[in-house]
């Protein structure tokens, strides 16, 4: 386990899990990384928090509104 590795939050891996369950986890990583970058407007982070509340449990909600309003934990 490399150290990025070790930063992650108990709620990452789980988000990580459930959207690349199939994907080795460093790709599954860089997909995730790409989708915070490209998700940088409003109206991608409401579509992305509408899709998602159907999917995630409350903790994981959470964690994605703090990262939409920029309190990103180390991935």
Do not use: H, V, Y
Request: glycine content about 4%; proline content about 7%; cysteine-free.
């Amino acid at each position: 386990m490399g150290e990025k590795d070790r930063e992650r939050s108990r709620e990452l891996e789980q988000l990580r899990q459930k959207l690349f369950p199939n994907f080795p986890p460093k790709e599954g990583w860089a997909r995730i990384d790409e989708a915070f970058r490209r998700a940088s407007d409003p109206e991608r982070w409401d579509r992305i928090e509408l899709l998602a509340a159907d999917d995630l449990d409350d903790n994981l909600l959470t964690l994605l509104k703090r990262l939409r309003e920029g309190q990103r934990p180390k991935l």
